[in-house]
Structures are given as C-alpha cells and as structure tokens.
C-alpha cells in the first residue's frame, strides 16, 4: 500500500524557517517524481516545487530563492526546507508522487497523496 506521511508544519514567525518532511511506505521514492502542493484556505491547490529524474525540475515563482526541494533515497524520504517565510506561505503543505513526470511536474497532478502538515506564518 502506498503511503506518503508529511510532518515538520507548525507556526513559524515571518522570515522563519521550517523543514518539512514526507516518508513514503510501500514503494521507492527514487522510482518516483514527488512534488510539494500547498492549499491556503480559500484559495486552489498550488504546486510548489518538484522532484523528478534525480533534479529538481521546477519552483513556483512565488518560493524561488525561498524554498529547496531534497530527497533522501536511503530514508524514502522527501524534504522541503524554506527559508524567509512569509505570512502568505501560509497553507496546508501536501506531498505527492508519481511514476510520470510528465503528470505530476508539468500537470500538476498525482496518483499519490499525504495527509498535509499545517504550516502558519505569524507574528
């Protein structure tokens, strides 16, 4: 069974930084592209940055300089460190993974879901 787990969100004050992570079950990462989504309350799911083919394929303008997309194939683990956040970074973070690149870096859509780690940006 494919599971993707995220953790690392919390409350961070503006120009903080927070790591999250995502540890995948039930299959290989390194197999995988796996991407960050983020949904802020009211607003569309965004793609944030994705992983694909041992590179980091893209960032969304918004985290460019910001935000760095890792991954750990020893630890089936994918990271997202930002850096200098902002109130607007405020959002449900998701992670994703799918064995197309095509689908998941340049769609924006995944077969594979977590469960989302908060992240709150806030004075």
């Known amino acids: 069974q494919l599971q993707l787990v995220e953790s690392g969100g919390g409350l961070v004050q503006p120009g903080g930084s927070l790591r999250l992570s995502c540890a995948a079950s039930?299959?290989?990462?390194?197999?995988?592209?796996v991407a960050w989504f983020r949904q802020a309350p009211g607003k569309e799911r965004e793609g944030v940055s994705c992983?694909?083919?041992?590179?980091?394929?893209k960032y969304a303008d918004s985290v460019k300089g910001r935000f760095t997309i890792s991954r750990d194939n020893a630890k089936n683990t994918v990271y997202l460190q930002m850096n200098s956040l902002k109130p607007e970074d405020t959002a449900v973070y998701y992670c994703?993974?799918?064995?197309?690149?095509?689908?998941?870096?340049?769609?924006?859509?995944?077969?594979?879901w977590g469960q989302g780690t908060q992240v709150t940006v806030s004075s």
């Open positions: 039930g299959f290989t990462l390194d197999k995988y592209a």
């Open positions: 994703a993974a799918d064995p197309s690149h095509f689908r998941l870096c340049l769609a924006w859509n995944a077969g594979s």
């Open positions: 992983f694909s083919n041992g590179r980091v394929t």
